[in-house]
T-cell receptor, first 113, second 115 residues
């Protein structure tokens, strides 16, 4: 089955700096790679996703890059703000309704003033 | 986006009792729903895939007789934790994909505490 590794487990940045979180996956059949943000005690919320036919996707301050050959994808957050502080999870899997997603171990991001 | 609702949001029960958690897709039909468990400061671990009208598919290491899943309609899946013990205390969260969308939508989650 799919195995997703995520680094770092914790990340502390100064407000305004950039944050980068990296994930690797094992199953070459995976073609969908979402990133979720989870605040304490709440449900995960999708912040951006990318499919395997695209190498990069950007949405305002958030971007994701995908390297299919290396089975590696990354989340980039620029101009970080205190409200970006949360746990971020990457995931990998298929896009079909019945296709499960395997999640990474999570990154606790803290944006300091 | 699509809405997935979960109930109850929290429950406290005595050891040995059973607890049922409901997961509903409010504005779409979901032939498949996923049940995850999340321990404090840990990742989302898939427990099982709930299939409407058929048996659930359990992940390795998850006891199907302990975690009963029923997906009786296209908008409702239930997870029953049978004979709950303190080690079953966790955050249980369901999810589903709306047709045509790749995004996985999550319920609010249910925090189970077994005394």
């Amino acid at each position: 089955g799919e195995n997703v590794e995520q680094h770092p487990s914790t990340l502390s940045v100064q407000e305004g700096d950039s944050a980068v979180i990296k994930c690797t996956y094992s199953d070459s059949a995976s073609n969908y790679f979402p990133w979720y943000k989870q605040e304490l005690g709440k449900r995960p919320q999708l912040i951006i996703d990318i499919r395997s036919n695209v190498g990069e996707k950007k949405d305002q301050r958030i971007a994701v890059t995908l390297n299919k050959t290396a089975k590696h994808f990354s989340l980039h957050i620029t101009e970080t703000q205190p409200e970006d502080s949360a746990v971020y999870f990457c995931a990998a899997g298929g896009t079909g309704g019945g296709n499960k997603l395997t999640f990474g171990t999570g990154t606790q991001l803290k944006v300091e003033l | 986006g699509a809405v997935v609702s979960q109930h109850p949001s929290w429950v406290i029960c005595k050891s040995g009792t059973s607890v049922k958690i409901e997961c509903r897709s409010l504005d779409f039909q979901a032939t498949t729903m996923f049940w995850y468990r999340q321990f404090p400061k840990q990742s989302l671990m898939l427990m099982a895939t709930s299939n409407e009208g058929s048996k659930a598919t359990y992940e390795q290491g998850v006891e199907k007789d302990k975690f009963l899943i029923n997906h009786a309609s296209l908008t409702l899946s239930t997870l029953t934790v049978t004979s709950a013990h303190p080690e079953d205390s966790s955050f249980y969260i369901c999810s589903a994909r709306a047709p045509g969308l790749g995004e996985l939508f999550f319920g609010e989650g249910s925090r189970l505490t077994v005394l």
